[in-house]
């Protein structure tokens, strides 16, 4: 069979047939839409997003800190389906609405535009994400808590409401009650009542209740939640946050959620949050381009792979046909080096990056799956650095890079100007600084080297990451003691007595204990030898 009769059948294997809609792409400031549908519903999909996208990157996640920017964001690409049939290729399960899963190379957000419950599940998700990027130590109750409150957003004319309940919540707890909160607190990922069972509906109402009431009714309690994700970000424990923050029991935390919804069952609304398009500067712009059947066959190849979602040997047959109908396909190339990833020894993985790379030089993307798989090869170094300079999404980029220059002796031009900077955008990450104070090691700077070691002593929970810290300032340390004194001798030898204890001093003060009993023993022997060479001398007597 040729490859172009296997894109046919690629084709018709996921619902592309000759009389199917066309696909076009939505090119928006912070996302990448594909859809077989309509501009119109894609328009409204391009704001919707923008809007959430919006309201995450210029405010912390409890709407608390106006213009406080979070750091990160991967590529996000969303698929819109038109129709059910196309959608349901793609679906894990026959009832799905919608999915987000985490892609090698982005957030990938696929859709049926037919349900209305998609849009929910798009925006609970997303959520997901930028919380583990943003605030990677937030415990499952205010993952799921934030995710719930945002996922019903809705656009009213100018304005944006938030927290509005979902579906069956308020039944739930009006049947069962709130889940307990010394159970809430405690879950975990793999928990029974959070992934199956008749709790499970409980758990999701009940962090939404405790999300909405913490967010909604006063500022003091707004404020405990945002103290609650401050300490988080800064590395504390779920546990430690909690009880710094809240300073309550969870007994007491019961109390206030019971009488919370007992008000809101007597009101009969509950609080939401309402905010206009003034305040966010939604950017809802984007460039509504018709894609080549190449490339619509490699995008769908690339949602081929998404875990739990995907097909391998569909998704290949798709990035084959794809490079028939163009060879210069870069988004092909990409594909088939991701497949290679997940089926190791298909293809010559490092090289199609490369070529990937070449044909779209300025795809940071690209460039940084292409450094990734070259490690040990020269073109790695060049490869990462490209990518951090395009603005790459991904600490592994700027960690790699740290690495491949603490271990290649100094910086090259450029370099440590970017790691310096990606230090200050990852603030939490201590795993970057250790490779950067090799890295200032390397560049003579020492004093910088010893500030950024004696921070991650300090304030990493890591206990390897504490322990090299130690270390590594121990032996810069011993290094240190070891020059000044042999500095001390080269004086003591040239008779400038002064000048050699005073070194001697110096280099015991900064010594490691292990190495300050042969110092300072050094130090004694030589005092004494001083004393004898500069002691004066008694006039000689005459022979009787």
Known sequence: MSLRAAGILVLAAIALSAAAPAWHEARSAHFRFFTNGGEKDASERVRAFETLHGILRTTSPDLRKPGTRAGLQLPSFVYLFGSGDGFRSFSATPDEAGFFVPHPDGEYIAMNSDSAQATETAYHEYLHQFMLLNYPGVPLWLNEGMACFFQTLRLDGQEVVLGTPPAHCLSTLADGGCFPASRLLALEPGSAEYVRGPERQRVYATVWLLTSYLMTTGD?????????????????????????????????????????????????????????????????????????????????????????????????????????????????????????????????????????????????????????????????????????????????????????????????????????????????????????????????????????????????????????????????????????????????????????????????????????????????????????????????????
């Not at 988004?331 to 993985?349: I, M």
């Not at 010893?450 to 032996?475: C, F, M, N, Y």
């Open 220 to 544: 003091e309690r707004r404020a405990k939640l945002g103290a609650f994700l401050d300490l988080i970000r800064a590395g504390r424990s779920a546990q430690e946050s909690f009880d710094r923050a809240f300073q309550c029991t969870p007994q007491a935390l019961d109390r206030e959620l019971a009488e919370h919804f007992a008000r809101v069952r007597h009101m009969g609304r509950v609080q939401v949050w309402v905010l206009t398009f003034r305040s966010l500067q939604v950017d809802a712009a984007y460039a509504w381009l018709q894609m080549t059947e190449a490339e619509t066959l490699a995008r769908l190849g690339l949602l081929r792979l998404a875990p739990g979602h995907g097909n391998l040997d569909l998704a290949g047959r798709s990035f084959e046909a794809a490079l028939e109908a163009d060879p210069r396909c870069a988004t092909a190339r990409f594909g088939k080096g991701l497949l290679g990833t997940l089926a190791p020894g298909t293809s010559d993985v490092a090289g199609l990056f490369h070529e990937a790379s070449l044909a779209e030089p300025d795809n940071p993307v690209y460039h940084y799956f292409a450094g990734m798989a070259a490690r040990g090869n020269p073109e790695s170094r060049s490869h990462l650095r490209r990518s951090i300079e395009l603005g790459c999404p991904y600490p592994d980029a700027i960690l790699a890079l740290a690495n491949l220059a603490a271990a290649g002796g100094p910086a090259e031009p450029g370099e440590l100007a970017l790691l310096e900077t990606a230090c200050g955008t990852l603030q939490g990450h201590y795993g970057l600084k250790l490779s950067l104070a090799t890295v200032y090691k390397h560049a003579s700077r020492p004093e910088q080297a010893k500030g950024l070691l004696r921070e991650i002593a300090a304030q990493t929970l890591e206990p390897h990451l504490a322990r090299a810290a130690d270390l590594e300032l121990s032996a810069m340390a011993a290094k240190e003691a070891e020059r000044l004194a042999s500095l001390g001798n080269n004086a003591f030898k040239d008779k400038r007595y002064e000048e050699a204890v005073a070194r001697m001093m110096e280099a015991l003060a900064i010594a490691p204990p292990a190495f300050r009993k042969d110092l300072q023993d050094t130090l004694d022997r030589m005092k004494i030898l001083i004393d004898l060479r500069t002691r004066p001398r008694p006039p000689k007597g005459r022979a009787p």
